[in-house]
């Protein structure tokens, strides 16, 4: 063990100069957390800058899962993190017993967790007892639209972005109790947990955020782990080698890296069916049945879709109203394709779209809009409502066709001066039937495929342009029928509206408030009633059925689409992922002049959702905003907004963490000084300054130690300037001469004396030691001989 190397006897004074003096680790400094790498310690501080680093990396990936993170709220749970550390590593000096220090320790994790979710934005009275009911409803709500969202979430829903970012927190924390609790044994195996934990923090999110640069992210981290390893117990004269052995490494992975970074995965996770059963692909039943959801929801690749702009991809039309839900009839099968095309129709809205089948097994083509052609080698057959079947074997993976589509995406102005008069072929979408006696959705069977589109129970608008209570027996047949209230509530969104839109848009905005987006809502009698009366929980059958509906009780053509939302936008091949988790449905409605245009009543939370709003939105939630401008303007602002998140946002958003985990630090370092000169007891402030900031700075003062025999030890071994400090600090002390007090330019030139020519780490510790001005003042002790 390296003892400290002691002061020069006045004999030897001509015999040694500075650098035989150099900085040796003194007796008192292997008392500290600061102990030396060769005696076995690392430092305590080291370690938490470096904790801090790399959590503040970490935390700054994860903000990427939101559109707009909160900088300032996961900076303020890195730096609770880190305190509670540092707080943990003291209570091994507590003079208590290990049972004491260990409940002390275990309170402090409790207290950051509190204060970091709290932090990160959890309400303060849902961490007490009698509000975690509600915190665990809140969270479960935002986990129903976090699971399967898409990346960057877009949405406003505030627990949806609030759970995403409980992940750092949860982290983080645990993080902090693993790096810095107290154990001799056990240290090494809590400390690779910890790095374990913090690289999980990092690399969640960069797996699912396709981020600017990921080389040179790879490489921050890369430093900040070999910090994290190596740094609190390197020596000094390690650095470099440690420096040149990172640098080495990075030159090594660079090619690799390079090379690795491809369009395509080398494993496609997303096609695994790991006991998914056995077939060629995920099928769906498309009609509504309002039960507990039983689509597949296992993150499967459907389709990937090539298209200029993000659509919903419709698989069939779902035109009748049986009294209880909502189905195809075949109605209209075989008919021609372009016979619901408006005469007139705007060329902007044509568009060839590309989808290739992945893990799909469908016996309908999956499009968008209303199609009038189709290449593909499958022989299919069209209809005028969208739905178009295969007729040679569902669609399997591989298979790949063009749909050439109109999609209407119009302004809120052109369906404002859209006429509420239609021709009378769009009648039958305002027909809807009421319930036969002893009808009833829990015991209802699969719908006959030969079912007529018209029977004695439907009712209907009398003409284009009216509503259905327009003839008085078919208004009294309503409010006698299960459906009176639905009949009244459909009449009093549409009073006072001056427009077909104007309708729509107020139904669209009633189930914004006071419904909660659900997948497992009770099943009822009559399913849509109760939705909007009863339970008012459901997902997007619910949603969509209701509003078309309601719609249909207005006298307005509507239909109910199924089929799958846009999916996630591949920034390299520009294709959409579609995955079963974004099987959905969703209303059209008829303009005259304009077309079918989608509209989504469904509430961003749902899965399908989350990943449509905002950027790249499709054209049914575009439409249905009132907002007067195109969809396509909306849409290139969404997407030059994310373009800037995903890459030159990202790195200002490091930058500015890191800087603010580098501020913190330093603000750290310089409480712990604070906390360590209140642990001195007694002398005089500025010799017990000096005693502690030689030792610090390696140099063993024993308490004989006079302030002559220092400042002459001082003279030879680092010069006049350490040697002037001394001497003004004896003239103040026994000449009284106040006058000679060290001036902040004194003890600068002290500083640099005692660290002259040992690096920035030895500079650092000089200032902290050291700083430009006293920081406290202290009870009087003998601490240093006259």
């Not at 650095?239 to 030159?251: K, R």
């Not at 739905?387 to 109109?406: K, Q, S």
């Not at 009398?462 to 309503?478: H, K, L, N, T």
């Not at 974004?582 to 409605?589: G, I, K, P």
Request: aromatic share 8%.
């Amino acid at each position: 063990m390296r003892g400290a190397r002691r002061w020069p006897a006045a004999g030897e004074a001509s015999r040694v100069n500075a650098a035989a003096v150099a900085v040796r680790p003194g007796a008192r400094r292997r008392e500290t957390a600061r102990t030396s790498a060769a005696a076995g310690g690392e430092s305590l501080i080291l370690r938490g800058l470096a904790f801090a680093a790399l959590a503040g990396l970490g935390a700054g990936e994860w903000g990427g899962l939101l559109s707009a993170p909160p900088v300032g709220r996961s900076a303020a749970v890195v730096t609770i993190a880190a305190a509670a550390g540092f707080a943990i590593a003291s209570t091994s000096r507590i003079p208590l017993a290990a049972p004491v220090r260990t409940l002390a320790r275990c309170v402090l994790v409790l207290a950051a967790a509190a204060a970091a979710l709290i932090a990160i934005g959890v309400p303060a009275r849902l961490l007490a007892p009698h509000g975690w009911g509600a915190l665990h409803g809140d969270i479960q709500r935002g986990l129903a639209g976090a699971s399967s969202t898409g990346w960057p979430y877009q949405s406003g829903d505030h627990w949806v972005r609030l759970t995403l970012l409980l992940g750092i927190p949860a982290l983080v924390v645990p993080a902090a109790a693993l790096a810095f609790w107290p154990a001799r044994r056990a240290a090494p195996v809590l400390r690779a947990a910890a790095l374990v934990l913090l690289l999980v923090l990092y690399a969640l999110p960069a797996t699912e955020v396709q981020a600017g640069a990921p080389i040179g992210r790879g490489l921050i981290l890369l430093a900040l782990v070999g910090a994290w390893l190596w740094l609190p117990r390197l020596r000094r004269r390690d650095l470099a080698a440690a420096g040149f052995a990172l640098a080495l490494a990075a030159a090594a992975a660079l090619p690799v890296s390079a090379a690795l970074e491809r369009h395509e995965a080398w494993i496609d996770y997303s096609g695994w069916r790991i006991a998914a059963g056995t077939g060629d692909g995920r099928s769906f039943d498309w009609d509504q049945r309002y039960g507990p959801l039983a689509w597949s929801r296992q993150g499967l690749t459907m389709l990937t879709v090539r298209a200029p702009h993000p659509h919903y991809w419709k698989a069939e039309t779902l035109d009748r109203f049986d009294g209880l839900r909502w189905i195809h009839s075949d109605a209209g099968r075989n008919s021609d394709p372009t016979a619901e095309l408006p005469p007139a129709r705007n060329p902007r809205w044509n568009e060839d779209i590309r989808f290739t089948v992945r893990n799909l097994r469908s016996d309908v083509l999956i499009a968008a809009g209303t199609v009038y052609a189709v290449d593909t080698d499958k022989l299919v057959t069209g209809s005028a409502d969208g739905t178009i079947r295969v007729i040679d074997g569902p669609l399997a993976t591989g298979d790949t066709y063009v749909a050439h589509a109109y999609v209407p995406d119009p302004t809120a102005a052109q369906m404002r001066a859209a006429p509420r008069t239609f021709p009378t072929q769009f009648l039958s979408y305002t027909y809807f039937e009421l319930p036969a006696r002893g009808a009833s959705a829990l015991t209802m069977g699969p719908p006959r495929p030969d079912a007529p589109n018209v029977d004695p129970s439907t009712v209907s608008a009398p003409s284009p342009g009216s509503e259905p209570g327009a003839d008085p027996a078919v208004r009294r047949m309503i409010l006698e029928s299960p459906y009176a209230s639905t009949y009244r509530l459909a009449r009093r969104l549409a009073a006072g509206q001056r427009t077909q839109y104007d309708v729509v848009q107020s139904v669209q905005r009633y189930f914004r408030h006071g419904f909660t987006y659900d997948e497992h809502p009770p099943l009822r009698r009559y399913p849509l009633p109760a939705f909007l009366f009863r339970d008012r929980i459901g997902y997007c059958q619910q949603f969509s059925g209701a509003m078309a509906l309601l719609l249909r009780m207005d006298g307005i053509p509507a239909r109910v689409a199924a089929g799958f939302a846009p999916g996630q936008r591949d920034p390299s091949t520009k294709d959409y992922r579609v995955r079963d988790l974004d099987a959905h449905s969703w209303v059209e409605v008829w303009f005259t002049g304009i077309g079918w245009v989608p509209f989504d009543p469904t509430p961003p939370l749902a899965p399908a959702l989350a990943q449509a709003s905002g950027r790249g939105a499709p054209s049914a939630a575009v439409g249905g905003h009132d907002t007067g401008a195109t969809g396509a303007k909306q849409r290139a602002v969404g997407s030059a907004g994310a373009a800037q998140s995903g890459g030159q946002s990202g790195w200002w958003r490091i930058a500015l963490v890191l800087a603010g985990v580098a501020a913190l630090g330093l603000a750290a370092l310089w409480l712990v000084t604070v906390l360590r000169a209140h642990r001195v007891r007694g002398g005089d402030p500025a010799l017990v300054e000096l005693r502690r900031a030689l030792e610090r700075l390696g140099y063993d003062v024993p308490p004989a130690t006079t302030l002559l025999g220092l400042e002459r030890r001082l003279r030879t071994a680092t010069g006049p300037a350490a040697a002037a400090y001394v001497h003004a600090l004896r003239e103040c002390r026994f000449a009284g001469r106040r006058s000679s007090v060290p001036s902040p330019r004194d003890r600068r030139r002290f500083r640099r004396a005692l660290s002259a020519g040992r690096g920035p780490i030895v500079r650092l510790r000089a200032l902290l030691a050291l700083p430009p001005a006293p920081l406290l003042r202290f009870p009087h002790a003998p601490l240093m001989g006259d």
